[in-house]
C-alpha cells in the first residue's frame, strides 16, 4: 500500500515497517538529511550542538514557509516565482505604514499579511481566469513587486519599527526561537489541509489531472485560486519573522529566496510537474538547504565555492531520485 | 517471415505470458485477438525490444534475433503504429518521418529537398495523398495514421505492427486503411493487426492467433471460424447476448431538454429531450459532433447557442461542477486522460467529486465514511482489485470504467453521459458495464450514450438521435433502431443550417 504514501491517502491504518519507510516518498529526503548530518557533524564538532541546531532551524524558517506556499502551487502543476520578492514588499510597506503613517504595529503587521494574499490572488486570477502560464504571471508579478518595494522605499530600508517586533525574529520560547514555532505550526496547518481536507485532494488532483478533475466536477479554477492565494500569505508570514529579524522593512531581501524554495519543495520529493509530494518532504528539504548553508559555513569554505556545491548536491539529489522507484 | 517460440514474460513474482507462440508470413495480414489483458500488447512490446522476454526465441527469416532496444528492432525491420501516435504535433509529415535521421547535404544543413521527395514516394507506394507540408496536428486521424505507417516504411519495415488502428477512425477512413494493407501485403509486407472489431478481422485479415489471460489459445485461417466461435475462444464461454434486456416504452417525464445548441456560427441547431428512465443514444461519425454538444450543453466546450432546461426550469451551465450540482454527470470518452486521476487510488478517485456527503466538522474529511462510502460503491459496479487503496492505473481499462462509474453513482445523479463507454474494453466487462447502465436507468436515472459501435448503439438505446456534421439529423426509436437507417442518416442525412 506504499502507493497511496504518494498523496498521503488516509482511512489506512498499519504499523510501522522499515520497508514501507524505504518505499515511502519521505525515504530519499530523509536518507539526505541524515547523510548530510553525519558528514556536517564529522566535519565540525559544533555542528551537533543544541544552539547550533536551533540557529539552523531559525535560518531555515524564512525559506522553509515560503516553502509552504510554493509546495501547494507546485502540487497543482504551476510554480510561483514571486515569493521573494512578495515578501521583501510585504516587509517594505509594512514596516512604512508603522513608521511613515503611524499606523498601530500589528495594524500595519495584519495589513502586510493582507496585501501579500492580495498579491496571491491576483496571480491566482490571472492563471485560473486569464488562462496565462504561471511561470511568466508571476515572473512578472516578481518583477513588479520588487519594483514598487524599491519605489515606496526610495531603496533605502525603513527602519525605527517598534522594538518588540524582533520577538518575530530572534525571540525564543525556551530554547527554541519564535520563527521556528511559527514555521512549524505552518507546517502542521498545510499538512492538514492537504490530507484532511476536501481542498488538499483538489490540489493534488489538478496536478494529477487537471482535465479529468474539471471534467468531474472540480471547480479547477478556484483551487489554483486558492493555491496562489496562500502562497502570497506565506510570502507574508515569512516577511514578519524577516522584518523581526532585521528590524526594518527590507526593498532588496530575499533576492533569489524564491529559487531557495523551489529546491526545498523539489529536495523534499515532490514533482515538479504536480500531483505528488508531501508538505513534510518540502520541510525536510527545506532544513537540508539549511544544514548545508551552515554546515558549508562552519567549514569555512569560500561564499561562491558554497553555491556552487549546493548546486551539485541539488543536481545529485534529483538525479538520484529520478531513478529511486 | 517472423517466428516468436513460447514466449513467457514475469513481471516480479506474476507471470503474465505462459509460453507464446506466433507464426506471421510474408504477405498476409494476421489478426492477434484476445481480451484486454490477455498479453497482446506485453507480446507486441517484446517483439519491438521495449521489452525483454523471461523465456523464448524470436526468429526473423530463421535466423534467432535479440532486441535489447526499439532500436534493434526497428533496424531488423520492425515497424510499430501504437494505438497512441507518436508524432510530433507541430512538426509537418516529413519532418515527422525523418525525426531523429534527417537527410543532411553539403554543411550539414537539412536537406529538405531529397526528405520531401522519399516522402513523396512512400506515399505514392501507399497510394495515399497526404498533405506532406502542414503540421500533422492539422491532418485528420487517418492521415496522422498513414503518416505514422509511412514512417515506418521509411525504416524499411517488413514487419508492421498496428495496434487498434481502427478505434478513432470514420468507416471511410476505415475503408482506406484497408486498401493501404492490402497494397502493403502484395508487397510482401507481413502485417500484425489488433482490433477489437471482429467485423473487420473477417474482412481484411488472412489469419488469427488468439491469446486469452496470456495463454495461446489458437492459430488459424479466418475462414476456418466464424464470429460466434471468435468469440468464444476469445472469452473461453459462450456470449449469447451482451445486451440487457430494453424495458417496455413508456412517457415518463423528460428531465433534461435541450431547446437548441448550435455548436458553430451558421452550424446546424439541434434539440433532444430525455426521459427518465431512459438510454438516449448518441450516434454518427466520428467528428459528428456528439461529444461538441453534450461539452456544450454542460458548457464545458465552446458553442454559438444553447437553451437548457432541467425538469422544465431554464438553466445555464458554466461547466462541469454546475451539472454536477443538478445531477448531471459526465463519463468522458478516455479514461486515462480526461476519466481519471492516474496517480490516484481508486478510493481518492471515487471520492474526487464526492467530498460534500463525507464531511467532519465542516471542514474535514470524514475518512471513515469516504472508506465506507467507497468500499460500498465498488462493490456496487464490482471492481476487480485488492482494495480502494489500490492504485487505478494498475487496473484494466473495464475496471477503470467501472470506477469512473463508480464516482458516479455514489452520488444521487439522475443523468449520466457516457462517451464510449466500453471503448478499449473487452467483451466480458462489456456485458458488465452495459447490466450498470441499465441498472441505473431502472432506478429512474437517464443516461446519453455516445457511441461509434453500432451494434452498441442499437442494442442499448431506448431512442438513437444521428448525428451529422455538427448536428442532429434524426432521431429513431422503436423497430426503425437498426444499422442501416442509423449509418443512412449518419452519412447522407439532411442538414438544417440557420445562420
Request: charged fraction near 20%.
Amino acid at each position: 500500500m506504499s502507493h497511496d504514501a504518494n498523496t498521503g491517502a488516509a482511512g489506512k491504518t498499519g504499523g510501522f515497517s522499515f520497508g514501507r519507510l524505504l518505499h515511502s516518498p519521505l525515504a530519499l529526503p530523509l536518507i539526505g538529511l541524515i547523510v548530510v548530518s553525519v558528514l556536517m557533524g564529522l566535519a565540525s564538532d559544533s555542528f551537533f550542538s543544541l544552539s547550533n541546531i536551533m540557529n539552523v532551524l531559525r535560518q531555515v524558517s524564512v525559506v522553509g514557509i515560503l516553502a509552504v506556499g510554493m509546495s501547494f502551487v507546485i502540487l497543482t502543476g504551476g510554480i510561483d516565482l514571486s515569493v521573494g520578492a512578495v515578501m521583501a514588499l510585504v516587509g517594505t510597506l509594512s514596516a512604512g505604514l508603522m513608521v511613515n503613517t503611524g499606523l498601530p504595529a500589528p495594524v500595519a503587521l495584519l495589513a502586510g499579511l493582507g496585501i501579500g494574499l492580495g498579491i496571491g490572488l491576483a496571480n491566482g486570477v490571472l492563471v485560473a481566469w486569464g488562462r496565462m502560464p504561471a511561470i511568466i504571471v508571476t515572473l512578472a508579478t516578481m518583477g513588479m513587486a520588487r519594483g514598487l518595494g524599491l519605489i515606496y522605499s526610495g531603496g533605502y530600508p525603513i527602519s525605527g519599527i517598534p522594538s518588540w517586533i524582533s520577538w518575530f525574529g530572534v525571540g525564543r520560547v525556551g530554547v527554541v526561537p519564535v520563527p521556528v514555532i511559527v514555521m512549524v505550526v505552518i507546517y502542521a496547518l498545510a499538512w492538514v489541509l492537504l490530507q484532511r481536507t476536501a481542498f488538499g485532494r483538489h490540489v493534488y488532483a489538478l496536478g494529477g489531472n487537471e482535465t479529468a478533475a474539471r471534467l468531474s466536477g472540480v471547480k479547477t479554477q478556484r483551487v489554483k485560486l486558492a493555491v496562489y492565494g496562500i502562497s502570497g500569505l506565506t510570502s507574508a508570514f515569512a516577511a514578519v519573522i524577516l522584518t523581526g529579524r532585521l528590524m526594518s522593512g527590507q526593498p532588496n531581501a530575499g533576492v533569489g529566496f524564491e529559487l531557495d524554495a523551489i529546491a526545498a519543495v523539489v529536495l523534499g520529493g515532490t514533482a515538479i510537474s504536480g500531483g505528488r509530494g508531501l508538505i513534510l518532504g518540502t520541510l525536510i528539504g527545506a532544513v537540508l538547504l539549511g544544514i548545508l548553508n551552515n554546515g558549508l559555513n562552519l567549514m569555512g569554505i569560500n561564499p561562491y565555492l558554497q553555491d556552487v556545491i549546493k548546486g551539485a548536491i541539488i543536481l545529485l539529489a534529483i538525479y538520484i531520485g529520478r531513478e529511486w522507484r | 517471415m517472423l517466428e516468436l517460440n513460447g514466449i513467457r514474460k514475469s513481471f516480479g513474482k506474476i507471470e503474465v505470458l505462459h509460453g507464446v507462440d506466433l507464426e506471421v508470413r510474408a504477405g498476409e495480414v494476421h489478426a492477434l485477438l484476445g481480451e484486454n489483458g490477455a498479453g497482446k500488447s506485453t507480446l507486441m512490446k517484446i517483439l519491438c525490444g521495449i521489452l525483454q522476454p523471461s523465456e523464448g526465441t524470436i526468429r526473423i527469416e530463421g535466423t534467432e534475433r535479440q532486441f535489447a532496444d526499439y532500436d534493434q528492432a526497428i533496424a531488423a525491420g520492425i515497424g510499430i503504429v501504437f494505438q497512441e501516435f507518436s508524432l510530433i504535433p507541430y512538426l509537418d509529415a516529413v519532418e515527422n518521418m525523418f525525426l531523429a535521421r534527417e537527410m543532411r547535404g553539403r554543411f550539414g544543413t537539412l536537406d529538405r529537398k531529397a526528405m520531401r521527395a522519399r516522402a513523396a514516394q512512400i506515399m505514392r507506394q501507399l497510394a495515399v495523398d497526404v498533405p506532406l507540408d502542414v503540421p500533422v496536428h492539422r491532418l485528420s486521424v487517418a492521415e496522422q495514421q498513414f503518416v505514422e505507417i509511412a514512417k515506418a516504411l521509411s525504416l524499411d519495415a517488413r514487419i508492421l505492427v498496428l495496434d487498434e488502428p481502427t478505434a478513432t477512425l470514420t468507416p471511410s477512413e476505415v475503408e482506406h486503411l484497408f486498401k493501404v494493407m492490402r497494397e502493403l501485403r502484395r508487397q510482401g509486407v507481413a502485417i500484425i493487426f489488433i482490433s477489437h472489431h471482429l467485423e473487420e478481422i473477417f474482412e481484411i485479415c488472412d489469419r488469427i492467433t488468439v491469446l486469452r489471460d496470456g495463454e495461446f489459445v489458437a492459430s488459424c485461417a479466418v475462414s476456418e471460424v466464424d464470429n460466434d466461435r471468435l468469440v468464444e475462444m476469445m472469452v473461453g464461454r459462450r456470449i449469447e447476448n451482451n445486451f440487457p434486456p430494453k424495458p417496455a416504452p413508456s412517457a415518463a417525464p423528460v428531465v433534461v431538454e435541450v431547446e437548441e445548441v448550435q455548436l458553430k456560427k451558421g452550424g446546424p441547431v439541434s434539440r433532444f429531450a430525455l426521459r427518465r428512465g431512459e438510454i438516449l443514444g448518441f450516434a454518427g461519425l466520428v467528428g459528428s459532433g456528439r461529444t461538441e454538444t453534450v461539452l456544450a450543453m454542460l458548457g464545458a466546450g465552446p458553442a454559438q447557442r444553447c437553451k437548457v432546461k432541467v425538469d422544465g426550469a431554464e438553466k445555464r451551465f458554466r461547466g462541469p461542477d454546475e451539472g454536477l450540482a443538478h445531477g448531471i454527470g459526465l463519463l468522458p470518452e478516455s479514461r486515462k486522460e480526461q476519466g481519471l486521476i492516474t496517480s490516484f487510488s481508486i478510493l481518492q478517485n471515487v471520492s474526487l467529486n464526492n467530498y460534500g456527503k463525507y464531511r467532519k466538522n465542516h471542514w474535514f474529511i470524514d475518512l471513515k465514511k469516504e472508506l465506507a462510502a467507497t468500499t460500498a460503491a465498488m462493490a456496487q459496479v464490482r471492481v476487480k482489485a485488492q482494495g480502494p487503496h489500490a492504485r487505478v492505473d494498475t487496473l484494466s481499462g473495464g475496471n477503470q470504467q467501472k470506477v469512473v462509474i463508480a464516482r458516479w453513482l455514489n452520488h444521487d445523479m439522475q443523468v449520466l453521459i457516457f462517451d464510449e463507454p466500453t471503448r478499449g474494453i473487452d467483451v466480458g466487462a462489456k456485458a458488465e458495464i452495459y447490466a450498470l447502465m441499465r441498472e441505473f436507468t431502472a432506478r429512474g436515472g437517464a443516461i446519453i450514450m455516445i457511441s461509434s459501435e453500432l451494434p452498441e448503439v442499437i442494442g442499448m438505446s431506448d431512442r438513437v438521435c444521428v448525428f451529422r456534421s455538427g448536428g442532429i439529423v434524426a432521431t429513431v426509436e422503436g423497430d426503425e433502431i437498426e444499422s442501416e437507417t442509423i449509418m443512412t442518416h449518419a452519412t447522407t442525412g439532411r442538414v438544417d443550417h440557420v445562420a
